[in-house]
């Protein structure tokens, strides 16, 4: 009640966000580097595929 938010996602999943953040598990770690990889890794893929032979 004292200032905390109630709602459909309620605290519960920041919570659980920041434990997935700051644990230093290795497969929360692991998990990191492929959504970095990925969110990186793509565009420069489409970017880098380009024709030379035109």
Known sequence: MG???TGV???GFRRRLEHY???G???H???????FAAIFGVPWYFMSRE???I
Do not use: D, H, P
């Open 3 to 5: 200032g905390e938010t």
């Open 9 to 11: 996602s309620g605290g």
């Open 21 to 23: 953040l700051y644990s």
């Open 25 to 27: 598990e290795k497969k």
């Open 29 to 35: 770690v692991v998990a990191g580097i492929a959504i």
């Open 51 to 53: 024709s030379y032979g």
